[in-house]
């Protein structure tokens, strides 16, 4: 027994460094691969939206950078920004104008951090881990209103208004999709969620994702992630042809850069979640669980590329709405529909 102000017997030590080997240092590590995997996974969807749009347009996209169909195009953009001078307008507000990318950034590696990867793959592990996500996503929308607000350009703070009530408007019928998979799986813990759906059987011998029972919140989801991500048709926060490039328009060099990477890693996030909630995350039917130890990311990642695809696809398909249209059709359409949703939903939980 120690007394207050006598140092703990030197072999007491080890109890102290316990912690620190089973928790903070697991811990820097996994925070270092997130930190890798935001830019990586910009870098390749950036390279993926590149090609995948020039081939829906008819055209070839970038093919000389690096010898083989342009693959270093985008590693040549990033050594370009940050090349470049870092410009601030002189009527700025400075420290918020500074700030803004990060605070996008930041959402982006936040909500990255929630994403189980594989069965025992996860930087964290709680109950409220989908409340989680959505709480730090929004974290975003403050960086992107002092990004308009700061720039002391009328076209940025268009941009900025115009995102934030974007961002706003498209949260809730967002959050209502996510609400009836709750329901179901009857837990707000991803892992749980997935291992819920594991046990979900169709005619009780067919195991299936929630994506078919609740198709109508995918759709939801999948049209409110859309405008969440600020990608066509809902790209009015950026609108060339109005607003030349919107909250961002007076960012130039490493800052444009960081709203370019996190445009990019927020598609990943945002199919993430999607991946994890309606097909399964890193779940296969009838694959034992040591085998998706080993496979699980690889599943996962291979769900996210395909919810990428459908986000790459709506975007260069559909026409630019009008504001008036695009909150009219989450007021008066999406969120409507969301909470019918919810109401069979309930329903048919009690009754089965």
């Known amino acids: 027994m120690t007394t207050a102000g006598v140092a703990p017997h030197a072999g007491s030590?080890?109890?102290?460094?316990?912690?620190?080997?089973?928790?903070?240092?697991?811990?820097?590590?996994?925070?270092?691969?997130i930190a890798l995997l935001v830019p990586l996974s910009a870098l390749v969807l950036g390279y993926l939206f590149l090609k995948l749009l020039a081939h829906m347009q008819s055209r070839l996209g970038p093919m000389e950078a690096g010898g083989f169909h342009g693959w270093a195009q985008l590693i040549a953009?990033?050594?370009?920004?940050?090349?470049?001078?870092?410009?601030?307008?002189?009527?700025?507000?400075k420290p918020a104008f500074a700030m803004?990318?990060?605070?996008?950034?930041?959402?982006?590696?936040?909500?990255?951090?929630?994403?189980?990867?594989?069965?025992?793959?996860?930087v964290i592990d709680i109950?409220?881990?989908?409340?989680?996500?959505?709480?730090?996503?929004?974290?975003?929308?403050?960086?992107?209103?002092?990004?308009?607000?700061?720039?002391?350009?009328?076209?940025?703070?268009?941009?900025?208004?115009?995102?934030?009530?974007?961002?706003?408007?498209?949260?809730?019928?967002?959050?209502?999709?996510?609400?009836a998979v709750v329901m179901m799986a009857q837990t707000m813990n991803m892992q749980g969620i997935i291992s819920a759906q594991g046990g979900f059987e169709l005619f009780g011998t067919i195991p299936i994702p929630y994506v078919v029972p609740q198709f109508v919140a995918f759709a939801v989801f999948i049209v409110a992630a859309q405008a969440e991500l600020s990608q066509a048709p809902f790209?009015?926060?950026f609108a060339e042809s109005e607003l030349v490039s919107g909250y961002?328009?007076?960012?130039?060099?490493?800052r444009y850069l960081f709203f370019f990477i996190a445009e990019f890693a927020s598609n990943f996030t945002m199919a993430a979640i999607g991946a994890v909630l309606f097909l399964g995350g890193w779940w296969l039917p009838w694959v034992p669980d040591g085998v998706l130890e080993v496979i699980g990311p690889f599943v996962l990642v291979a769900k996210i590329l395909f919810l990428v695809f459908v986000f790459l696809w709506m975007r260069s398909t559909y026409p630019r709405l009008r504001e008036d249209q695009l909150q009219r059709f989450a007021w008066k359409w999406l969120i409507p529909i969301s909470l019918v949703n919810i109401g069979i939903t309930g329903v048919l939980k009690v009754v089965w």
Do not use: C, H
């Open 127 to 179: 109950d409220a881990q989908v409340f989680m996500a959505l709480a730090v996503a929004s974290i975003g929308t403050i960086g992107v209103l002092l990004a308009g607000w700061s720039s002391a350009n009328k076209y940025s703070l268009m941009g900025g208004f115009r995102a934030a009530g974007q961002l706003m408007a498209y949260e809730l019928p967002l959050l209502l999709s996510i609400v």
């Open 13 to 33: 030590v080890l109890a102290y460094d316990i912690p620190w080997v089973d928790f903070v240092i697991p811990l820097v590590v996994k925070m270092l691969v």
């Open 100 to 122: 803004a990318p990060a605070f996008v950034l930041v959402s982006v590696v936040l909500v990255m951090i929630t994403i189980p990867f594989g069965p025992s793959l996860n």
């Open 77 to 93: 953009d990033g050594l370009k920004f940050m090349q470049k001078e870092d410009v601030i307008p002189e009527a700025a507000d």
């Open 235 to 237: 790209d009015m926060p």
């Open 248 to 254: 961002a328009t007076e960012y130039t060099g490493f």
